[in-house]
């Protein structure tokens, strides 16, 4: 857990102090995005079968020259594991059996410009991106219990893990009012989670990704 935390801080350093950003070039446009589809595991399934999930962006504007731009986004991903069986974890000096109802992954994407067309006066877009973020798997073995103020329990739980990278397409359809789209994306993922020594099943560390999504 620490070790995917620490290379995650790296990587993102990396990115931040080797692109240059030129941001009077872009349309002031800033972008929200919101995210709905499935995800499931490549090959055969290890834990986590096909499950649904959801997301939140916040993106710099679609840009409006050139075909070699970037755009920038910022998001927010849960996947609700309605399809997941239980798994080993190690802690407090034994292996317990547990299992996780969600799994988020919070991270940073870079969208470039493949191709442009013209649809009702207006452009639509396809897209390459990458994304590296971190992802954490929830168990339900406590770690801390305690009570707030208001008597309320505010337990702590285990999670397990690992730097999150993905690589994929998207699609960006204008709709006719305002600067609004939908669009579609299909992704690869990668999260190693084998790093987590704590963590005795195996994981599926590949998956992919299916969304739409409004880009208000």
């Known amino acids: 857990m620490k070790k995917s935390f620490l290379m995650f801080s790296i990587c993102l350093f990396i990115i931040f102090t080797t692109t240059k950003i030129t941001f009077a070039e872009r349309s002031l446009d800033m972008g929200l995005t919101l995210y709905s589809g499935f995800n499931g595991p490549v090959g055969e399934k290890k834990v986590f079968g096909t499950n649904p999930m959801f997301g939140l962006g916040f993106s710099t504007g679609i840009l409006n020259k050139g075909t070699n731009d970037?755009?920038?986004?910022?998001?927010?991903?849960?996947?609700?594991n309605s399809n997941s069986e239980k798994f080993e974890y190690y802690a407090k000096g034994e292996t317990h059996i547990t299992s996780s109802d969600t799994k988020v992954y919070p991270g940073l994407y870079a969208h470039y410009h493949l191709l442009r067309k013209d649809l009702w006066s207006r452009k639509t877009f396809l897209m390459a991106r990458v994304g590296l973020g971190f992802e954490r798997v929830g168990t339900d073995i406590?770690?801390?219990s305690k009570?707030?103020?208001?008597?309320?329990?505010?337990?702590?739980?285990?999670?397990?893990?690992?730097?999150?990278?993905?690589?994929?397409?998207?699609y960006h359809i204008p709709l006719s009012f305002n600067n609004d789209y939908l669009g579609v994306a299909l992704e690869y993922h990668y999260s190693p989670y084998h790093w987590d020594d704590d963590l005795k099943t195996e994981f599926n560390n590949s998956y992919y990704s299916f969304n739409l999504f409004y880009r208000i």
């Open 70 to 80: 970037i755009m920038w986004e910022l998001a927010f991903k849960i996947q609700i």
């Open 142 to 144: 406590i770690k801390k």
């Open 147 to 170: 009570k707030n103020n208001n008597e309320m329990n505010t337990d702590e739980y285990y999670i397990t893990g690992s730097i999150h990278a993905s690589i994929g397409l998207s």
